[in-house]
């Protein structure tokens, strides 16, 4: 059945109304710019068999990679999201974001946290972003699981160009900070990595953002180059790069140690920007 609506209210309203039409044990939740693997909606179903188990997401791949420098790049971002993140949360079965290109949803748990879903506030003022990540909060909140699927694939389009690009990682940043503020009285009840895992993605790029300023600080006001800096940076990028190389058995995550200049000069400011204009 497709439903039109008189106008475009928004994906988080549109969810809503289909939600409430549908009578299925199981939600499938794909984004317009995504394909689905033939297989997807058998393996995320079979995950689901778990009473336990509210969400399960797939693994992401960019659909046009070979387009552009920067949709490789951004493919290769997907992936170590999916398997070094979701992964790692999904061992203790609690994946903090069932991204939406391909997440599947318990629909007795879904109908009763709508109300809480539609009516999100931050600030006194409505939530129009970050669907995502806020629906999965509410499945943990609920006392449900929140699963990661690797070999259930789902191609997306992804950004071409970084305008685009840092206006999805700007909507992004934002939710992740606003939903990781209504997660913080969860972590005690999950495992302690958890708390870790959440610090460490939060406080980790703002601590690198220090760094990066008082190097270039250093640079300025004494002309001398703030090699300790730029040597801890660049090991820790080749570490990265390398054991991603090794576990997906591709050489191509090497070049993945370009995206660095992005973080460093383009994503750690929009995210100390994103911070400083939640609301």
Not at 86 to 110: H, I, K
Not at 141 to 155: F, H, N, Q, S, W
Request: with cysteine.
């Amino acid at each position: 059945n497709f439903i039109l609506l008189d106008k475009n209210v928004g994906k988080r309203k549109a969810q809503i109304v289909a939600i409430r039409r549908s009578s299925g044990d199981l939600v499938l939740n794909v984004d317009s710019d995504t394909t689905l693997a033939s297989d997807v909606v058998a393996k995320l179903a079979r995950k689901m068999r778990d009473p336990a188990v509210g969400a399960a997401m797939g693994q992401l791949a960019a659909s046009n990679r070979s387009d552009t420098w920067l949709t490789r790049l951004i493919d290769m971002e997907y992936w170590l999201a999916c398997n070094e993140e979701r992964a790692a949360q999904a061992r203790f079965g609690a994946v903090m974001c069932c991204c939406g290109p391909c997440a599947m949803y318990r629909r007795s748990a879904l109908v009763l946290l709508l109300d809480q879903y539609e009516t999100q506030l931050f600030r006194g003022k409505p939530s129009d972003f970050g669907e995502d990540r806020h629906l999965t909060i509410l499945m943990l909140k609920a006392g449900l699981r929140t699963e990661y699927v690797p070999d259930a694939i789902a191609a997306t389009i992804v950004p071409d160009r970084l305008g685009p690009y840092l206006r999805q990682q700007l909507r992004w940043a934002r939710s992740t900070f606003r939903d990781t503020l209504l997660a913080l009285h969860l972590l005690p009840s999950l495992d302690r990595y958890l708390t870790l895992d959440v610090i460490g993605q939060n406080l980790g790029p703002l601590l690198l953002a220090l760094s990066v300023l008082a190097g270039l600080a250093q640079l300025a006001l004494t002309a001398t180059v703030p090699w300790s800096a730029v040597l801890m940076i660049t090991s820790m990028t080749i570490i990265r790069c390398s054991v991603a190389a090794f576990r997906a058995r591709q050489l191509r995550f090497l070049g993945f140690s370009l995206h660095t200049f992005i973080n460093v000069f383009l994503l750690l400011p929009l995210k100390a920007y994103a911070l400083c204009t939640l609301s």
